[in-house]
C-alpha cells in the first residue's frame, strides 16, 4: 500500500494489546478473517428480515471486530447504524446504502489482511 492511499486498519493497538506476540495477533487476524463474513451475514439477513434486534446482534459484533483491528471506516458505519436503532430512526433505505459500504469495507480489509498475513 503506498502512502497515498488510505490505511484500512491499524494494528497498533493489536500489536501492544498482544505484547507484540506475532503469533497471536496473526491468530487475531485470521479469526477476524473467518468470522466477520459471517457476522456480515446475519446483518444481511437482519436486514431481510427487517429485525432490529438481529441486525443490533450482528451490528454490535462487527462493532467489537472493527474496534480491535481499528477499521475506521467500518467503525463508522456501524456505529451510524447502532445511533439508528438507539435513536429508533433506523431507515432501512439508508441501512442499505451503508450494507453495501460495509460489505465493501469488510472486502477490502480482509484482501489487504490475507496478503499481508499470507492467509490463503
Given at each position: 500500500m503506498n502512502s497515498s492511499e488510505r490505511k484500512l486498519y491499524d494494528l497498533t493497538n493489536l500489536?501492544?494489546?498482544?505484547?507484540?506476540?506475532?503469533?497471536?495477533v496473526s491468530q487475531l487476524v485470521?479469526?477476524?478473517?473467518?468470522?466477520?463474513?459471517?457476522?456480515?451475514?446475519?446483518l444481511e439477513n437482519g436486514f431481510v428480515n427487517q429485525s432490529v434486534s438481529e441486525i443490533n446482534e450482528a451490528n454490535h459484533q462487527l462493532k467489537s471486530a472493527f474496534a480491535l483491528l481499528?477499521?475506521?471506516?467500518?467503525?463508522?458505519?456501524?456505529k451510524e447504524?447502532?445511533?439508528?436503532?438507539?435513536?429508533?430512526?433506523?431507515?432501512?433505505?439508508?441501512?442499505?446504502?451503508?450494507?453495501?459500504?460495509?460489505?465493501?469495507?469488510i472486502?477490502?480489509?480482509?484482501?489487504?489482511l490475507k496478503e499481508e498475513f499470507n492467509v490463503v
Open positions: 500489536n501492544e494489546l498482544c505484547s507484540f506476540d506475532t503469533a497471536v485470521q479469526t477476524f478473517i473467518a468470522t466477520t463474513p459471517k457476522l456480515f451475514t446475519e481499528q477499521i475506521s471506516e467500518g467503525n463508522k458505519l456501524v447504524i447502532e445511533n439508528g436503532i438507539k435513536n429508533n430512526v433506523l431507515n432501512f433505505d439508508i441501512l442499505s446504502a451503508q450494507i453495501k459500504q460495509l460489505s465493501l469495507v472486502s477490502s480489509v480482509i484482501l489487504a
